[in-house]
């Protein structure tokens, strides 16, 4: 609590759910809703990515499963939202847990190919799940709103929601970072064998730290596809969403609190103009991707890698 | 009966496709520990410059090959150059993005130019009628294609002082270098080989069924089950690999809705991955 850093991130979020708000904005309000949906699950990936060293390249998996239990038990069962979404994560966070223990056997690329696998195949199971709506999805009807005071009240309702989730996600990235957990996982990021070798119980790490990076983006899920009112299996399981999280990581800086944050908002702005722009609508994934060959090639380690090592004193404050 | 027969026969022909598709992406790893994401670019690009030659300029289909390997080798060793080179040695994180990266580049031009409407390349080829049961032949003429390019590749591997470097290579890179292999030039050769692999195999794929600047994902998806199977880096056993995995799709078709046949993939590539991540035709290495 003594840390500066905090204190920041406590009033990044406060401007967040302040800003728009006040200002009775609907496009910035959506605009945001993106960015902080971008945040929760680059700054999750990064708990494996950044903290682990471990490459999660289906982790939109979490996201999409999240959404679908959700939205079943909305439209299905008549459940509360805010009940739904924690029943959501719970089940998420519980199933990556027993998937965790089997493909965090594998290391390197071996594990980033069994992840877009395990996206894949569920993303084909849930085509052909029929109390799921198969391959067509679910719609929510406007009559599923009606529990959060009519379409428009909640709107603003998830809105506040995504906002409190992407706290948590920072608050959980910070904690973690500065806990005895998180120093193991860093610990098997940089050497997974000297790591095990000095007591850090890697099975048992990866295992949690995988199961954690599920939690609140299925929960994120959850609150995106009830605000869409739609669900189908190619925009829930979308492996491109999955990199692009990636490169949200890769833009801010992986291993860092706030990097992935400050990578996603970027990324959702860059994005938010090229597809806008004239000229260059059809060329935002060009684009993307020369961005992302750049950052690879040249500043592996992100902006805020780049501030910290141009300003060195800005690693105290800015995690 | 003989629909079961016919429908596992027409897998395995399919299947030979999907095995030279793979190899390129297996040859990469082997070599240089490189999973390459954009591998299912290449395969498009592949099958647009099929298009292109044969349905714009009125080359004929199969003749177009020569030409796709040339240009998809030049191409791969461009690219090795700018996107490689300098995340070699790196963690995998670093080349599966810029990997990424390239691809993301490639599709975005593609989609630009091409949008992503559907093309068909129209190949006459004639079949072999078996009892009530046509083989097409443009499946049968792919699959001999793709065995004859499958033997080059292992003659160029095994049978050649190039081959033999890059052998060395992939097995122990600080050794080659010291007994005064290019090591570096190697790499670039084995990327440039790989990625005209992957052109070549979606010329031949392009001549089997329609497709869009999109459809690489799909093929790359196929390309890593059938790696997977046939266990990463080594040529061989991917072969083998496309062939189990078009003789599990043929087999399947007729016991099970078509929709079920990639759920049934992707689960046995996480099997394969987790119980048998050398493959599972590891002795053939």
């Known amino acids: 609590m003594r840390r500066p850093f905090f204190w920041l991130i406590a009033l990044i979020t406060i401007l967040l759910a302040v800003v728009p708000y006040v200002t009775d904005d609907v496009q910035l309000r959506e605009s945001l809703l993106l960015a902080c ?43 509360h939202i805010v009940i739904a979404v924690l029943v959501a994560g719970i089940a998420v966070s519980a199933l990556a847990l027993l998937f965790g223990l089997g493909i965090l056997r594998l290391r390197g690329a071996f594990f980033a190919l069994a992840t877009i696998g395990v996206n894949e195949a569920i993303k084909q199971l849930v085509a052909n799940f029929e109390p799921w709506g198969g391959a067509t999805g679910i719609y929510l009807s406007l009559d599923a709103y009606g529990q959060l005071g009519g379409p428009m009240q909640a709107l603003w309702t998830t809105y506040l929601l995504i906002v409190l989730l992407t706290a948590a996600s920072l608050f ?112 935002q994934l060009v684009i993307a991707g020369a961005l992302l060959l750049l950052i690879v090639l040249f500043v592996p380690g992100g902006l805020i890698g780049y501030v910290h090592r141009r300003w060195p004193k800005t690693r105290r404050w800015l995690e | 009966m003989i629909g079961i027969f016919a429908s596992v026969i027409d ?43 044969a349905s714009v300029v009125g080359v004929p289909a199969y003749a177009t090959i020569p030409l796709v390997a040339v240009v998809g080798f030049l191409f791969g060793v461009v690219l090795y150059w700018i996107a490689v080179h300098r995340v070699i040695g790196q963690p995998e994180l670093m080349s599966l993005l810029s990997t990424f990266a390239v691809s993301m580049i490639v599709i975005g031009f593609g989609t630009a130019l091409w949008t992503t409407s559907p093309y068909n390349v129209q190949v006459r080829v004639p079949g072999i009628t078996w009892e009530s049961y046509t083989f097409t032949g443009t499946h049968i003429m792919a699959a001999i294609l793709a065995g004859v390019i499958a033997a080059l590749l292992y003659l160029l591997l095994y049978h050649t002082r190039v081959g033999k470097a890059v052998r060395a290579v992939s097995g122990n890179r600080e050794a080659a270098e010291l007994t005064g292999i290019p090591t570096t030039q190697v790499l670039a050769m084995s990327f440039g080989l790989g990625v005209a692999l992957a052109a070549v195999s979606g010329t031949l794929i392009a001549t089997l069924f329609p497709f869009t600047i999109l459809s690489g994902e799909a093929y790359q998806l196929k390309a890593f089950v059938v790696t997977v199977l046939g266990g990463l880096g080594n040529p061989a056993g991917a072969l083998l690999g496309g062939i189990a995995l078009g003789l599990l799709e043929g087999m399947a078709t007729p016991f099970m809705p078509v929709s079920w046949i990639p759920v049934l993939e992707f689960v046995l590539f996480v099997f394969c991955l987790i119980a048998y991540p050398r493959g599972i035709f590891a002795f053939v290495r």
């Open chain 1, 37 to 79: 949906v971008y945040i929760i699950l680059a700054s999750n990936l990064n708990l494996m990515i950044g903290y682990a060293g471990y490459v999660n390249f289906g982790n939109i998996v979490f996201f999409g499963l999240g959404g679908y239990i959700c939205i079943y038990l909305v439209d299905t069962l008549h459940v």
């Open chain 1, 172 to 283: 959980l990235s910070f904690f973690i970072k500065n806990s005895k957990f998180g120093l193991g996982l860093i610990a098997i990021g940089q050497n997974e064998d000297a790591a095990a070798v000095l007591g850090v119980p890697t099975a048992h790490y990866k295992a949690i730290a995988y199961s954690i990076s599920a939690f609140l983006p299925a929960m994120a899920g959850g609150l995106y596809f009830f605000k869409s009112g739609i669900i189908e299996p190619g925009g829930a399981f979308n492996l491109s969403l999955s990199i692009e999280a990636i490169v949200m990581v890769m833009l801010g800086g992986q291993g860092t609190v706030i990097g992935p944050a400050v990578g996603a908002f970027v990324y959702e702005e860059i994005r938010g103009l090229l597809l806008t722009s004239e000229t260059f609508s059809h060329f």
């Open chain 2, 11 to 53: 897998g395995v022909l399919v299947g030979a496709v999907y095995g030279l598709a793979a190899m390129g992406l297996t040859l990469i790893w082997g070599v240089m520990n490189v999973i390459n994401l954009a591998h299912g670019a290449m395969i498009v690009l592949g099958m647009f410059m099929l298009y292109f030659l």
